[in-house]
């Protein structure tokens, strides 16, 4: 984990504004950062005293820089829409424990709510890299609040996007859930992941546990330190209660007390 | 030119009169992990003229449920609820390593009652690497103790006696802003044998989610910190300094040189960076320094002449 100045490379809208994509230029992170990591973010506005935690979409060691995706959420997300190319901002990072997808894995299904989708894209990429075929769900309100799509189906040599969309506006008319409970079903699959709305990750790792599959979480709280010292984003685990910044976001959801 | 920087503080002596707000810091473990990860950093845990541990109890407390923390304005709130591990689990984790560090450790002391309290310095006192404590009778988010006992001087005056029988070492009360008349409570531990004063703890407050129409956490009170309270610290400081002659703690959204500067001239002895703490990481380490160059730069040979050194007009 690291203190650094970040540069900005872009900043743009996607989905009609909903979801932002903020490209920085943070070499020492991105050569670090594993799937499911996140960054601390410090925001310009001095108003602003807390740091926003990012998770982080995409990363280029060779470029040096990372992509986060996120949804504006307040006021802070909404001063962080406003940066603009070649300001400089506060980074701390890479935070976290990420996905821990097992070395035997041969089957693995993703399944991503909303902005859910963008901290699954590196994991998807490295399980795609092992060999493992990899299936994504990626659900969403309407069609165009799709952000990762296209870049997943580029991205996987063998396995299938499956779409879902509450609207039918595209793909699967409904729920991530409900394509996740099909596939689980039809398939034999070794490691599932998931991250989005928490009531979703509470369905998918209920019908994992039936499978059998080991089933990882990525939680999402309010935080302040980032570093595991304020104890504001604890989540209670069997094991008592735990850090969501350092001994999260991703954890096994049979620890997980939903 | 080179600035003294050493204070005493209630028979506490620090190198510089910077430690951290308790809370914000853990016991520092993670910040130092941290700050040798980082090659601009100015120096180990040590930069510090103390160390403020998290608060401890005696048994091993969960803190509060629900959303703990929100931002506001130039500010935040929190609801942790004092969640800690209790002391055997600090004595035998956070301060074997603290005793590493090279840096005097303050231990700030929760309870339920005077008799927890008491039992928690009792176990501290088998310890060689504590330096301090910091009795935090002033915290808005524990439902019994905490901030009840810090809003009643004779409540104040009885935990701060219990705690003062239980130890000789320098003994710190930390006091609440929410009271009608802060200096009647100091008064009060002062004469219960308190060694110093930190003021203050967190101004009450709470947040309400309009879209939802609920209270954002799930006691309602929360406690505010960071720049927004930093006038209302102040003017407890000032005012508290006038009321009783041992040393002030100043603890309010301090976060650079010229903030600590206007609490020692409020009257504050030494300062603490608590919300700080968060937003920048490094921030309280490199404190100290900065206090340095601005003394230096403003003809100042020792960082004592400012105490109280409010002038006319």
Redesign the interface.
Known sequence: MHECTATVVSSEARCSGLLYELVLSAPPLAAQVKPGQFVHLALLQAEHILRRPLSVYQANKDAGTLTLLFQVMGEGTRHLTELTSAQQLQVLGPIGQGWNPPETAKRALLIGGGVGAAPLYLLAGELNDRGVLTEVILGAATADLLACEASFVTLLTAGQVHITTDDGSRGYKGFTTEVAAQLLAENRYDYVATCGPEPMQRIVAAMTAESGALCEVSLERRMACGIGACLSCVVDTVNGKKRACVDGPVFDAREVCW | MSVELSVNLGGLVMKNPVTVAS????SGR??A??WS??P?CPGPLNALGAITT?GVSFEPW??NPG?????T????L?S?GL?NGGVEYFCSNDLVWLASQNVPVIVNVSGHSGEEYTKVIQRLEREEAVAAYEVNISCPNVASGGMSFGTDAAAAAEVTKLCRQATKRPLLVKLTPNVTDITEIARAVEAAGADAISLINTVAGMAIDAQKRTKVFDRGVAGLS??AVKPVALYAVYRVYQAVDIPLLGIGGIRSACDAVEFFLAGATAVAVG????????RALRLAEELSAWCASEGIQDIKELRGALKDG
């Open positions: 809370g914000t810091f853990g993670e910040y992990e941290l990860a980082s601009s998290k969960a803190g959303i703990r923390i929100t931002e304005a130039s500010g935040m929190n942790i969640q960071g720049p919300t700080a703490n968060f937003s920048d990481p490094l």
